[in-house]
């Protein structure tokens, strides 16, 4: 299985704050790569597919990007409503998660 | 807009087997999609478990394969899941989900998710 490393598992910050979590592979996976953000007791919610392609919806301060091994999802200015846990997931191969990252707003 | 809805026992004994069906609404699932089932035990992060296209193929989580069976009743418009003799360790909020049936295979609706626990 290809091992998924994301960091930071928590992270606490600003409204308005730029945030940035990574997602490291095992190995190349090119552009197969999914950000989810995930409310407790609600539904995930797909943000970022294909690597850097914004869902339908989603606001725009959310971007991803990378390839191969080593990716990004940023929030460009943080809102109250983007506390969650967010995951990177990989489609390359059988699908695999990254550990999760708890956002919390100061 | 899909929705996607888990049901089943909340509580399942030992080497029992654990049953979950997901209802579809807001669409067909007879779709060229794949309808998922992913699982996330308490504390620990997301694992897939298995696949089914309304053809009825398959694919499953290695490690689960021999005691994992995914159905799909298109007249129903849902899809289930059955894991046989089930541990403490299979004690865990199950999601089903919908995957797009092609690049880059991301999943774009996923339900709320029910906890199964197995204790006696």
């Known amino acids: 299985d290809i091992q998924m490393t994301q960091s930071p598992s928590s992270l606490s910050a600003f409204v308005g704050d730029r945030v940035t979590i990574t997602c490291r592979t095992s190995?190349?996976?090119?552009?197969?790569l999914n950000w989810y953000q995930h409310k407790p007791g609600k539904a995930p919610k797909l943000l970022i597919y294909?690597?850097?392609s914004l869902q339908s919806g989603v606001p725009s301060r959310f971007s991803g990007s990378g390839s191969g091994t080593d990716f990004t999802l940023t929030i460009s200015s943080l809102q109250a409503d983007d506390s969650a846990t967010y995951y990177c997931?990989?489609?390359?191969?059988?699908?695999?998660f990254g550990g999760g990252t708890k956002l919390e707003i100061k | 807009q899909v929705q996607l809805q888990e049901s089943g026992p909340g509580l399942v004994k030992p080497s029992g087997t654990l049953s979950l069906t997901c209802a579809v609404s807001?669409?067909?699932?007879?779709?060229?999609?794949?309808w998922s089932w992913v699982r996330q035990p308490p504390g620990k992060g997301l694992e897939w478990i298995g696949e089914?296209?309304?053809?009825?193929?398959?694919n499953y989580q290695p490690s689960l394969k021999s005691r994992l069976t995914i159905s799909v009743d298109k007249s129903k418009n849902q899809f289930s899941l059955k894991l046989d003799s089930v541990t403490a360790a299979d004690t865990a909020l199950y999601y089903c989900?919908?995957?797009?049936?092609?690049?880059?295979?991301?999943?774009?609706?996923w339900g709320r998710g029910t906890l199964v626990t197995v204790s006696s």
């Open positions: 989900a919908r995957k797009i049936y092609d690049y880059p295979y991301y999943f774009d609706y």
């Open positions: 807001g669409g067909s699932i007879s779709i060229s999609s794949w």
């Open positions: 089914i296209y309304h053809s009825g193929s398959t």
């Open positions: 190995q190349s996976i090119s552009n197969y």
């Open positions: 294909a690597a850097s």
């Open positions: 997931h990989q489609s390359y191969s059988t699908a695999t």
